[in-house]
């Protein structure tokens, strides 16, 4: 086997294995462009809100996770009139439908006699979580909201749930607070 030949080989399994490598979630964030973000020192976390499939010990995870983050850039309050800014965490989970058009329609009959029709369309239902990271401003008006698809409510071990929401919040608290020309 030549050299140019196991290079070829090698170079198109790296392709392969790359275009199976999923990205990041895509993360949606919107802020008030007129708000002065240079001056938050401090924060107040309020009490996460949840709608939808989601335990009290979700909404605990969430909590522990988005303080603990936050903790790290920012000062803890002692209460929200003390706070810069006030942090609001949502977990929203929707009840969603798929319906994909079967390529593939053409079934084999009774033994070998004839052939039949299958249903042109499948459906799936199945559910989609996202994580909602608001910031607002000491008299509760938005400044910054993000969100991200979440895939904590995937996973049965709370370890990993943890783990995942903690990942989730990081991608939305990477991009707080908005920068000039950051292509927000």
């Not at 000491?138 to 904590?152: H, I, T």
């Amino acid at each position: 086997m030549t050299a140019i030949y196991r290079y070829s080989i090698l170079a198109l399994a790296a392709l392969l294995l790359a275009s199976c490598a999923a990205g990041p979630p895509p993360v949606a964030v919107d802020y008030d462009p007129q708000a002065e973000f240079s001056g938050l020192r401090s924060y107040y976390l309020l009490d996460p809100l949840a709608t939808g499939a989601f335990s009290p010990l979700d909404l605990k995870r969430a909590r522990n996770a988005a303080d603990s983050l936050l903790g790290m850039r920012f000062e803890r309050a002692k209460d929200a009139a003390s706070a810069d800014f006030l942090v609001r965490l949502q977990l929203v989970s929707e009840e969603k439908v798929a319906v994909y058009e079967d390529s593939f329609g053409l079934y084999g009959g009774y033994h070998s006699w004839g052939f039949g029709w299958r249903a042109p369309l499948q459906v799936r239902q199945y559910r989609r979580d996202i994580l909602v990271l608001d910031i607002l401003s000491p008299d509760k008006s938005p400044l910054w909201r993000a969100s991200v698809p979440s895939g904590a409510g995937r996973h049965d071990d709370p370890v990993r749930r943890q783990q995942r929401l903690r990942e989730d919040l990081a991608l939305l608290l990477n991009r707080f607070p908005p920068r000039s020309g950051a292509g927000y």
